[in-house]
């Protein structure tokens, strides 16, 4: 079955270390999106993007980065994690056209940054 | 995006009909009501979504008022895996598709 998929599903790193949280899809979705929740924020858009190498920036990118290389993966990097960006990150996919605002969603990854 | 507005939270019993209320009183005639939900610890599930007429799937179904306004997710079976967070998003689509905006939603508890 088709289905989308994180690794890793914990995480712990520390200040100013480079992180990239992997997600991949089999869906052939062209839009992919990462998400961050946190407590009394609910979720925030970090990135997403509409194909292969499209990326755009959502509410909350600073910090972070994306790029879109194949139609399967869209990896998200923190450059230099900082502790704010403690929190559990979803990726999710669409598919292109009507139905472009139904997301299926991954388990997620929690990550500490100490 | 329209605002929604959702109680913090509601209770039903098992084997009873859910209804859960949303208000989106600034929703434009070209903007979709999308519900997903999210139980503990694991990502969000899409679950029913509608423009203007009432909808039905396997899940749930979706009341639109006639002014759409307001709508209404029904769960017509709870059980005790139904509860979760469900969060009532209005989309626009066009240069804004896919962009989600996730509110505090409402924290559905289900009793035996």
């Known amino acids: 079955d088709a289905e989308i998929t994180q690794s890793p599903r914990h995480k712990i790193t520390e200040t100013g270390r480079q992180v990239t949280l992997a997600c991949h899809q089999t869906w052939n979705h062209n839009n992919m999106f990462w998400y961050r929740q946190d407590l009394g924020h609910g979720l925030r858009l970090i990135h997403y993007?509409?194909?292969?190498?499209?990326?755009n920036k959502g509410e909350v990118s600073d910090g972070y980065s994306v790029s879109r290389s194949n139609t399967e993966d869209l990896p998200l990097t923190l450059e230099s994690a900082a502790s704010s960006q403690t929190s559990v990150y979803f990726c999710?996919?669409?598919?292109?056209?009507?139905?472009?605002?139904?997301?299926?969603f991954g388990p997620g990854t929690r990550l500490t940054v100490l | 995006d329209a605002k929604t507005t959702q109680p913090t939270s509601m209770d039903c019993a098992e084997g009873r009909a859910a209804n859960l209320p949303c208000n989106h009183s600034t929703i434009s005639g070209n903007e979709y009501v999308y519900w997903y939900r999210q139980i503990h610890s694991q990502g969000p599930q899409y679950i029913i979504h509608?423009?203007?007429n009432n909808e039905t799937n396997e899940m749930a179904s979706l009341i639109i008022t006639e002014d759409r306004k307001s709508s209404t997710l029904i769960l017509p079976h709870a059980t005790l895996r139904d509860t979760a967070v469900y969060y009532c998003?209005?989309?626009?689509?066009?240069?804004?598709?896919?962009?989600?905006?996730f509110g505090q939603g409402t924290i559905l508890t289900v009793h035996p």
């Open positions: 509608g423009l203007k």
């Open positions: 998003i209005v989309t626009l689509g066009g240069t804004s598709y896919g962009k989600l905006t």
């Open positions: 999710a996919s669409s598919p292109l056209g009507g139905r472009t605002d139904t997301q299926y």
């Open positions: 993007s509409y194909g292969v190498h499209d990326t």
